[in-house]
């Protein structure tokens, strides 16, 4: 289940596209009869979620880490994740899986990229002194004293805190500072949960959304649903009416999605 060099890479993901997810009963069914030692059972499962770990990888393409090598480390996640799948949870592998995918994925990344790509241009290396002598975590900032754009100092943060201290030595007695760091992430049952529970809010809203007539449909999805939503006024020009008018319908379609959302919000609250 491993992945070769970059040119065997389209091979590689040709090699998945026959490759079909499993419905919820195939994959418990499947899942048990691993745990009971049917190991045919245990690479079907798995391999059903490999194009899921590529989607992943994908993700961290932007690190400069040769993403066959992004994409084996994932599999690495995937196949713990899988030894400890328990069947008795409502929750899909590839759900409870994305954990284990992206943590060993970010350890990976991380470390390659500190030791190969830190402080190979100036841009990065006035950024790194302005970090050392300002101790500043602002990416506006170091990004005007440094060249860089803000996205790459962004990025370059977590590396200019890692050179720092290292994670991985010790002081007199006490552990390594990796080992003693306090977790912020979730576990991966609670992970799990989040996705079931954003999933099925997804499926609420667009249930909900469908529910409203076209004209509120449209506003809706305008105003509520886009990162850039336009104003009152130019949606008032697309649709023949007043600002005040689509208002008026907005406020509308806000109450009915909280209606038809309000017996979702009780099953997760």
Same mark, same amino acid.
């Given at each position: 289940m491993?992945?070769?060099?970059?040119?065997?890479l389209r091979?590689?993901?040709?090699?998945?596209?026959?490759?079909?997810?499993l419905?919820?009963e195939?994959?418990?069914?499947?899942?048990?009869?691993?745990?009971?030692?049917?190991q045919?059972a245990?690479?079907?499962?798995?391999?059903?979620?490999?194009?899921?770990?590529i989607?992943?990888a994908l993700?961290?393409?932007?690190w400069g880490?040769p993403?066959?090598?992004?994409?084996?480390?994932g599999n690495?996640?995937?196949?713990?994740?899988a030894?400890?799948?328990?069947?008795?949870?409502?929750?899909?592998l590839?759900?409870?899986?994305?954990?284990?995918?992206?943590?060993?994925?970010?350890?990976y990344?991380?470390?390659?990229?500190?030791?190969?790509?830190l402080?190979t241009t100036?841009?990065?290396?006035?950024?790194?002194?302005a970090?050392?002598? &300002?101790?500043?975590?602002d990416? +506006?900032?170091l @990004?005007? $004293?440094?060249? *860089?754009? %803000?996205?790459?100092v962004?990025?370059?943060?977590?590396?200019f805190?890692?050179r720092?201290?290292?994670?991985?030595?010790g002081v007199?007695?006490?552990?390594?500072?990796i080992?003693?760091?306090p977790?912020?992430?979730?576990?991966?049952?609670?992970?799990?949960?989040v996705?079931?529970i &954003?999933?099925?809010?997804?499926? +609420?809203?667009? @249930?909900? $959304?469908?529910? *409203?007539? %076209?004209?509120?449909?449209m506003?809706?999805?305008?105003?509520?649903?886009?990162?850039d939503?336009?104003?009152?006024?130019e949606?008032?020009?697309r649709?023949?009416v007043?600002?005040?008018r689509?208002?008026?319908l907005?406020?509308r379609?806000?109450?009915?999605?909280?209606?038809e959302?309000?017996a979702f919000?009780?099953?997760?609250?």
């Open positions: 491993g992945t070769a060099d970059g040119g065997s091979a590689y993901r040709d090699s998945l596209s026959g490759l079909r997810a419905d919820r195939t994959e418990r069914d499947l899942a048990q009869r691993w745990l009971e030692g049917d045919r245990g690479t079907r499962l798995v391999e059903a979620c490999l194009p899921f770990v989607s992943i993700e961290y393409r932007r880490v993403l066959e090598d992004i994409i084996q480390q690495l996640g995937l196949l713990k994740a030894a400890k799948f328990d069947t008795k949870k409502e929750c899909r590839a759900t409870y899986a994305a954990y284990w995918i992206r943590a060993e994925i970010r350890e990344v991380v470390r390659a990229f500190r030791v190969v790509r402080g100036k841009g990065e290396r006035r950024a790194l002194r970090y050392r002598r &300002t101790q500043t975590t990416p +506006a900032e @990004a005007k $004293v440094s060249g *860089l754009t %803000e996205d790459r962004r990025m370059l943060l977590p590396l805190a890692g720092e201290v290292s994670l991985d030595a007199g007695d006490m552990a390594p500072a080992d003693r760091m977790s912020s992430s979730l576990t991966p049952e609670d992970e799990a949960s996705h079931e &954003t999933a099925q809010a997804g499926v +609420a809203v667009r @249930a909900a $959304v469908g529910e *409203l007539d %076209e004209r509120e449909q506003i809706v999805r305008a105003r509520l649903m886009t990162e939503p336009p104003t009152l006024q949606l008032g020009n649709l023949g007043s600002k005040e689509v208002r008026q907005e406020e379609a806000r109450t009915k999605l909280r209606g959302l309000s919000a009780d099953l997760v609250a």
